[in-house]
């Protein structure tokens, strides 16, 4: 898939847990659809990945009403458990500049890392996107 937005510049985000609730996957974060609209309308690109795999990311994106605000999916994949997850091929000349995750020990070290608690359910009072559309400015 195509990742190329404006200057190329993009975020990957991880799904469950981060833009969407790690028990059913049908719980939006507060926050996401802002954040994300911001950042397409500055022209930086949207990527998700997941362990669940591209189409499991996209499908969760459509489910939450979020896929028109997505330039792209992946699988989360590494050489073994023990290990970080690798930055998907296609992205490895030009890595994303933020990474978000609820999970962020296990995410390469390129770019910025920006760990968000975990997000399990509903939570309106859930501030962790919101919070990071106040960083936008400096990307």
Do not use: C
């Amino acid at each position: 898939m195509t990742t190329a937005r404006g200057d190329g510049t993009t975020w990957l985000f991880d799904v469950d847990g981060t833009l969407v609730d790690g028990i059913t996957g049908l719980s939006l974060r507060p926050g996401a659809r802002e954040l994300l609209t911001a950042l397409r309308q500055r022209g930086i690109g949207v990527l998700l990945w997941s362990a669940g795999g591209a189409a499991y990311a996209l499908r969760r994106a459509e489910q939450n009403g979020i896929d028109d605000l997505v330039d792209a999916a992946y699988d989360k994949e590494r050489d073994e458990p023990s290990l970080p997850w690798r930055l998907p091929a296609d992205l490895v000349a030009r890595p994303p500049v933020v990474l978000v995750d609820d999970m962020p020990d296990e995410v390469p070290r390129v770019g910025e890392v920006v760990a968000v608690r975990r997000y399990l359910g509903p939570n309106p009072h859930d501030t962790a996107l919101v919070q990071l559309m106040t960083r936008l400015g400096g990307h």
